[in-house]
């Protein structure tokens, strides 16, 4: 089977990514991991495809606006705005690249920044798969890792992940739509998809231990 992984960020959003694609490697499938240009070798060492995503992580921190949004994590809005600074002049030109990567995939699978993959899957009609490295899944256990780090109760907590999903999804919406209707021709989606999708089980892969997370 062709898979391409699609993952967006630094370092420590692309390595695991690199480990899952060596074990379905070895499983028999051929995998290609798309991703940014200052990662290939680390991909291509390990016997990987590789296709380049627009984009230098390391060079958007280290400017003035990049520190800023570090230094905004402890306010959800500010955090979530200012990734919206950050990656939205790169938007367009990583959906495009995005598309191109995953030409010839029989699956996808895409990390949390890397939203592009479930819209292109939807328009080339094959399965895609999320895989998270952090929590994502509504739950009433736990509330959202954009939410303060209070005692908030089991009703609070769960709606904490639906207002965080929909934080993530304001910044791009306007862009992510237009790619749709021009270039995908698929139709706007006006809120979020990742909630709809998890209601309909839309399958999650998450990389973590139970023993630092435990499920649910």
Request: charged share 20%.
């Amino acid at each position: 089977m062709r898979i391409v992984i699609l993952t967006i960020g630094s370092r420590g959003d692309v390595q695991p990514y690199v480990a899952l694609g060596r074990t379905l490697q070895e499983a028999g499938h051929s995998v290609r991991v798309a991703t940014h240009e200052p990662f290939r070798e680390l991909i291509e060492s390990t016997g990987l495809a590789f296709a380049s995503v627009e984009g230098n992580p390391r060079e958007l921190l280290e400017t003035e606006a990049g520190q800023a949004w570090l230094r905004s994590n402890r306010n959800p809005i500010a955090f979530v705005r200012g990734m919206g600074r950050l990656m939205g002049p790169l938007l367009d030109q990583g959906l495009a690249d995005s598309w191109r990567a995953t030409d010839g995939a029989e699956v996808i699978i895409y990390s949390v920044l890397a939203f592009a993959g479930y819209h292109i899957a939807e328009k080339r009609g094959i399965p895609s798969c999320a895989a998270f490295l952090q929590p994502g899944t509504p739950t009433k256990h736990f509330p959202s890792i954009l939410a303060p780090t209070l005692r908030l109760g089991s009703t609070v907590n769960l709606w904490s992940h639906r207002a965080a999903d929909y934080l993530m999804w304001w910044p791009f919406r306007e862009r992510v739509n237009r790619w749709r209707e021009e270039t995908l021709e698929l139709p706007a989606h006006p809120w979020s998809p990742f909630a709809g999708l998890l209601r309909r089980g839309f399958p999650v892969l998450y990389g973590f231990s139970r023993h630092v997370i435990p499920q649910p």
